[in-house]
Structure formats: C-alpha cells, structure tokens
C-alpha cells in the first residue's frame, strides 16, 4: 500500500444495466430445455487440453510482475505442496481452460474461485453462524457451470490428497453437482423475497454431517462463537512492547514494511480508513468511529492471493476491545479476459458488490477505497467466527456430505439475483442424473490435468525458473 494521502472512490457508484423485460417462467422453462439440443449435459463433463493451450507456468509468471516479489516465492512454495494446494493457486489456469470448454454460456454472478475450501462457516451481523461460500475476490458474471466445474474438480483433488480413491473422490463431486442441480429447482421456484432471506444455518448444515461428526463439528462452531473474531485473533496477532500495543512481527508471513517507519505513517493509514469510512452506510461509520487505530502489517493470506497487498489494521475501542480489520488488494478477476470486463471500474466495489449479490448476509464492515497511485482495496473483518473447513480431517462420507452442502450453497447464490436460474434449471433437469454423471466425468478428468500441470511447477523449480520459499511445520 502506498504511503500518499489516500482519496475516496469516485462519488458517482457504478450505474447498473435497466432490467430485462420481464418473461414468464415457462418461456424460460422452454429455452432451458432447447438448450440441450445444443450443448448437450454430457458435453459439459468433456475435458481434454487445447494443442494451443497456454502454458499454465506462463500463466502464473505473468500474474507475478504486480506482485510483493519478496513474497511470490511463498506462493510458489504452498502451491508446490500437492496437486491440490496447486489448484487452489492456479484460478488463472482454469479460467483460461474453461473459456475453451463447451459453456451454455447463461450467466450468474459467479464466485470465480469455486473450490471447497472457499466455503464454510462465519457468523451473520445477527450472530448467527451460516454455511456459505467465503471468497469473492475473482467474482464476476460469468457462466454458471465454471463455478460448478471447478467446485467439483477440487473435490476429487481433495479426496486424493487425504488418501482417498478416485471413486470415492468422484461419488462425491457426483453428490455435490446432484445437490446443485437439485436445489436449483427448488430455488428458481421459490419468490425472490423468499429466496434473498435465505440461509443455510450451522442447524442445517449439522443435519447434512454424518451423524458421527456432529458433535465435533457442533464443539468448533460453539467455540468460534464464544468470543468475536478480532478477540480470538488479538493474542496470535498482538502483543505490548515498549509500553505500546503492536501488531506482532513474525516474518515473512506478517511484518511491517519499510514504509511503516515512515514518520507520516500513521496519518497515511488514518487517511486510508477515513477513504474506506465513506463507503459504509451512516450506522457502520457510527461504530467504526468508536474504533481509533493502533497499528497496521503486511500479513499473507491464501495461496492465490499470496504476493498481492494485504494489510491488517488493528484498532482499538476506549475499553481496548480490539477490531482488525483486513485491506486486501483488489485486481481484475482472473474471468474477466474471457468473460468481460465488470460493471464496477474499482475492483474493490467489484469484490463488495459481488459478495453482496451471492451471499445471504455480508460482514458489516465490508467496503472499498482507492490508493492515489491507483491501486484498489476492498476491506472486511479480518476474522469474524469464520470457520475453515478442516479437509486433511475429512473421510469419504464426510467428504461427500460436505460436497452436498457446497452444491446447495452454490444453488442458492446463483440463485439469489436472477431468474436465468429457472432456464438453468430446465436445462439441467429434474430426472436425469446425465449432468451429475458428466461432472464426475469431468472432474477426474481435470483433476489429471491438475496433476500435469502441479509437475510441470515442479519441473521448472528444479530447472531454477521459478524460486520456492517452503515454510517450516508449525
């Protein structure tokens, strides 16, 4: 982040497109179900590499120029752990192959980074803990099977990486596109008020787990909701020296850069949140402004995410209740060469307004601001009883209830802002098994290509093209 004053967004929001004419349900029905004539749902599982197929090696290396180049080796270092931590790096990658795949090409708002561990629990402004996908930074209208493809391509990717069988890893991703395609029906059925208050709640994910795990999975929910977020990180991320409270170092994953020791500072981070306080509605300012700031870092996030610029501030309340809140950097989505640029020039507004439209209850202090040297940021909580699938955990028929629940979360998001589900929907259908069936196919298949593409990293760090950092066992 740069040091300069930082400036509120532009004060005229992006202007949204008028609303289509409005057609009934079964004009929408009927195209859906023409639809089949063309790209059939067994076309949708078909995988095989372009011969033109960019290098996914080039593809990584030209996403690393913008990037900390201090920290670009930690990413290459997570990603060559396993195929799997690969994947969850490699968005650009897969984006690139499904622009080449068979698409109906019917458009949602689309996560953009779909894999299963961007889902899992976090806490509603009404504390309330729901199951829902938690990542949003490569959001964009885009066709709604890219999500779907690369959801259950991570699953069958997971399974190998905990030791499961490509059987087992393919039941699942089966009972995850079933439960997609099943819940769709029923959500583009549903009206849309009905349908925008609605949640997954931990009640109703407990009920899909295994029975042998509820209580397990109950005691971690019970646990994060004990103390917020900002409490539970305060003691891992802080600590007194001098007399004074500090982010604590703990190099590289978390530091404070050179231009922390720069004497205006302080006021360049006041500045940013003053920008950022323009973008929350009057009642969040109120409570923002009974936070002053305490100290920000650098801290690394993610696997994909690592090398961009994110900053956690630490504020603190007249009672010295900590809040921190987290500044990530916001780029263009990985999608947009291939599906379009956003309706929102800042990046920032993009991962917002995106969220928003997905999920049924966002973080309160969500919002964005723009750096004078044009660099975008969006801002949240850095933790707020967020809930991190523990997959290395996982069995086969965890790991397969867990898929269900990723597919019905999913259904819903689509879901959530447009009726194109009731044509998606109609596509799919509600007898056949053919795209559950294809997107097993499918996953397997791109789980393979993954694996090719994870040895090929590995080749061209051998080769002294790319440079490692491997983080030591905690």
């Known amino acids: 982040m740069a040091t300069e004053v930082l400036t509120p967004p532009a004060d005229a929001p992006a202007v949204a497109p008028a609303p289509p004419p409005a057609v009934s349900p079964d004009t929408r029905a009927a195209a859906g179900k023409a639809l089949r004539d063309t790209v059939t749902r067994e076309a949708l599982g078909l995988w095989k590499a372009d011969k033109h197929r960019t290098s996914p ?15 670009v080796p930690i990413r290459y270092g997570r990603m060559l752990q396993s195929p799997f931590t690969f994947y969850r790096g490699a968005a650009a990658v897969m984006a690139a192959d499904l622009a080449h795949a068979f698409t109906t090409d019917l458009r949602v708002q689309a996560c953009g980074d779909c894999h299963l561990v961007n889902f899992g629990g976090f806490a509603t402004p009404e504390r309330n803990v729901i199951f829902d996908i938690n990542d949003f930074d490569e959001t964009l209208p885009a066709p709604w099977d890219w999500d779907v493809r690369r959801l259950v391509a991570s699953i069958v990717l997971a399974a190998r990486s905990i030791g499961l069988s490509d059987k087992q890893g393919r039941d699942s991703a089966i009972a995850c596109a079933r439960s997609y395609r099943e819940h769709l029906k029923d959500f583009s059925e549903m009206d849309p008020l009905r349908l925008w208050y609605t949640q997954i709640t931990s009640d109703v994910f407990l009920q899909s787990a295994p029975q042998g795990e509820r209580k397990r999975i109950r005691k971690r929910i019970d646990k994060a909701m004990a103390r917020g977020g900002s409490e539970l990180a305060y003691p891992e991320l802080a600590g007194v020296v001098g007399g004074q409270i500090h982010i604590s170092e703990q190099p590289p994953l978390i530091f404070h850069p050179e231009e922390s020791k720069a ?46 610029r994110c900053w956690i501030a630490l504020l603190m309340s007249e009672s010295n209740s900590p809040l921190f809140l987290q500044i990530k950097e916001s780029v263009a989505s990985v ?8 309706l929102y020039p800042h990046h920032g507004q993009r991962v917002v307004m995106g969220q928003r439209l997905m999920q049924p ?6 919002g964005w601001v723009t750096a004078p040297n044009g660099r975008h940021f969006y801002v949240r909580q850095l933790r707020d009883a967020k809930i991190k699938p ?14 269900g629940a990723c597919g019905l ?27 559950d069936e294809a997107m097993g196919e499918f996953a397997v298949a791109y789980a393979d290509q993954t694996e090719k593409d994870h040895a090929a990293l590995k080749a061209a760090v051998r080769k002294g093209k790319i440079t490692v950092l491997e983080e030591e066992e905690a």
Do not use: C, M, Q
């Open 409 to 435: 979360v999913l259904a819903r998001a689509h879901a959530k802002a447009s009726e194109i589900s009731v044509t998606i929907s109609a596509y799919l259908g509600s007898s056949s098994d053919e795209f």
């Open 390 to 403: 523990l997959v290395e955990t996982f069995n086969a028929e965890l790991l397969e209830a867990y898929g």
């Open 361 to 366: 209850a966002s973080d309160i202090f969500l």
């Open 263 to 308: 004497p205006d500072f302080r006021k360049t981070i006041e500045d940013v949140l003053h920008a950022y306080r323009e973008t929350l509605a009057d009642d969040r300012r109120a409570l923002l402004d009974r936070y002053s700031f305490v100290d920000a870092a650098i801290k690394v996030v993610g696997i994909g995410s690592v090398g961009r």
């Open 57 to 71: 090696i080039d593809i990584l290396k030209a996403s690393d120029a913008d990037r900390l180049p201090n920290l």
């Open 335 to 342: 999608l947009e060469p291939f599906a379009g640029k956003s």
